[in-house]
């Protein structure tokens, strides 16, 4: 405890509580009304007061979402494009990096800058042009169509915070591996990169962050249903289901739990490497 | 040593990856779109080039001022409305301590780990005429409660909330790992002379707080202007093009209307519009940091 604690009075710290329990309240209040509705009878939506109390809790919402939502196969979809391009983002900006901060070559710097400028280039702005590109290339409606854009556009970050955090490691290290005969592969994989964790830690965060509720790119790029992820789950369902709104409540509080249940378990990390990552890019 | 480090093989094999994903993934769809931006080309059938009519025709497009507009409205309620809570939260917050403050932090930023796809149907859901939570609360206060929230006139309003709401957690945390940076030792001075919570706030976290407040803002303005996603669910624009943004109007005019080459042509508006706005902030905010250290 620290001598500010003490400087503050309990009474104001009585007024600080009620203030910041308004604004959690103000912020997770659609959140809680959305899981109410979600677990009601459709008839029961358009009963007076804010919050209904259904008769009889109806799960089978979630059933209904679960199956005709074909939540499962979306998740997996979700879950193995964002690790693929989380772990290609990683490797990719810590070899350009490396290379870009590193090694000796004259265009180090204008390379540098180049994929750094992918930061202020619109994501939406690429959405047509890449649309026909695919298409002719063969590559709409499969996992290449969000993989490469996802990658691309992780990278301009993932480069900037692993190059800034790279050259605060001592060139020692790397020369001690050389005379023991290491290769630049090794270096950078063996050496350099078990270094790295925290800023690993924090390009994996924000690139998940970033990817995983991305859906125009999924909607413009996928027609079948095969490679498709979990937001695109709500936008299918409320087509199919467009009369029952307590099935639709039910379809967007499952699609946003496995997002909720991470977060709320690794809060601590995904906090401190969201501001790492905004703070620094 | 010194040789290994200037491999060009080497170097090539590392940068390889990298510079190919950018030029595939934002390069060449950059240089499709200047193309197609020539043409008139509608999605299907034959491309022909029409020079800069396109251009000429996005100039006196009323859905694109509109979208200027709209931005611009949208970046001033960040910075008026947003940016102020945010920061005041974030100080007030951080006097707390303790589990509370832990507690408050992870509830402010929920609502940005949710799908943008989710928070846009749920506040559509919010403005229902029929069943909408923020009717109901009218009708509790008496009111009538059959306002058209998204309707015209109402509807760039409502579009507003929801992103303020939306962000508010993301610029809440900022500021807040902003402040815990400040060192401690200068609140304890400050109290030890007798500063009150406001007294402390505007003459220790507000100037020490500058870079990351300058920052902070830059990023809500370009936010506001790279908006889609919210919009296109919540009103895809309309009614008319009331709430129309650039990212959801190139997306509208290429694949409803089909006009794919004027999409295009709006793309590279936007690419330009978003490329200078970035560098006229980062300048106008680095000249400011030069003279307050040289003075």
């Given at each position: 405890m620290n001598s500010e604690m003490r400087k503050t009075s309990t009474p104001a710290r009585i007024i600080l509580f009620v203030g910041l329990s308004i604004i959690a309240l103000i912020q997770l209040f659609p959140l809680i009304w959305l899981v109410n509705f979600s677990l009601a009878?459709?008839?029961?939506?358009?009963?007076?007061?804010?919050?209904v109390w259904p008769?009889?809790?109806?799960w089978g919402n979630y059933v209904k979402a679960f199956v005709d939502g074909n939540f499962l196969l979306y998740f997996k979809n979700s879950l193995l494009i964002n690790t693929l391009a989380v772990l290609f983002a990683l490797v990719i900006s810590v070899m350009a990096s490396f290379a870009c901060i590193r090694m000796n070559w004259k265009l180090s710097g204008f390379v540098k800058t180049l994929l750094l400028l992918g930061m202020m280039i619109p994501i939406h702005a690429t959405l047509l042009p890449n649309y026909v590109i695919y298409d002719r290339i063969g590559l709409t409606d499969t996992i290449w169509a969000l993989l490469i854009p996802y990658i691309a556009f992780s990278l301009p970050q993932g480069v900037f915070l692993t190059s800034s955090f790279m050259s605060s490691i001592p060139k020692e290290l790397e020369e001690a591996a050389l005379i023991d005969g290491c290769g630049i592969y090794r270096i950078v994989f063996i050496i350099i990169m078990p270094l790295m964790k925290a800023s690993l830690v924090t390009v994996s965060i924000m690139t998940y962050l970033n990817n995983w509720n991305e859906f125009m790119m999924a909607s413009t790029y996928l027609s079948t249903k095969q490679w498709k992820t979990l937001p695109f789950a709500i936008l299918e369902f409320t087509g199919q289901y467009s009369s029952n709104y307590a099935v639709q409540f039910a379809v967007m509080a499952l699609t946003a739990a496995p997002a909720l249940i991470i977060y709320i378990i690794l809060n601590k990390y995904i906090t401190k490497g969201v501001a790492a990552g905004a703070v620094k890019g | 040593m010194k040789k290994l480090y200037s491999n060009k093989v080497v170097i090539l094999s590392l940068i390889t990856p990298g510079l190919l994903t950018f030029l595939l993934a934002i390069l060449a769809p950059i240089c499709v779109s200047i193309y197609f931006g020539f043409t008139d080309f509608a999605g299907i059938g034959e491309v022909k080039f029409i020079g800069i009519e396109n251009y000429k025709v996005l100039i006196r497009d009323e859905g694109f001022w509109m979208s200027l507009k709209n931005s611009l409205l949208l970046a001033v309620g960040f910075i008026v409305i947003q940016h102020p809570i945010a920061l005041v939260t974030a100080a007030v917050l951080d006097k707390l301590q303790g589990k509370a403050e832990g507690f408050f932090r992870c509830v402010y930023f929920i609502p940005n780990v949710i799908s943008v796809a989710i928070i846009a149907y749920l506040w559509k859901f919010i403005y229902n005429p029929n069943f909408g939570l923020f009717n109901k609360l009218l009708q509790i206060l008496g009111l009538e409660g059959n306002v058209n929230w998204l309707g015209s006139g109402m509807a760039i309003w409502s579009v507003l909330l929801v992103l303020i709401w939306h962000g508010f957690g993301w610029g809440m945390l900022i500021y807040y790992t902003g402040i815990k940076n400040i060192d401690p030792v200068l609140y304890e001075a400050a109290a030890i002379d007798g500063a009150d919570f406001k007294q402390a706030f505007f003459s220790i976290t507000m100037p020490l707080m500058k870079p990351v407040i300058q920052m902070n803002v830059t990023m809500a303005i370009i936010a506001a202007l790279k908006q889609m996603e919210t919009v296109y669910l919540l009103t895809n624009g309309g009614p008319g093009n009331e709430t129309q943004f650039l990212a959801n109007f190139l997306y509208k005019q290429a694949f409803k209307s089909y006009k794919y080459g004027y999409g295009n042509a709006i793309s590279v508006i936007f690419i330009i519009i978003c490329l200078v706005a970035t560098v006229v902030l980062n300048k106008i905010f680095a000249d400011r940091e030069e003279r307050r250290r040289k003075a």
């Open positions: 009878n459709p008839n029961e939506l358009f009963t007076n007061g804010i919050l008769d009889e809790i109806q | -």
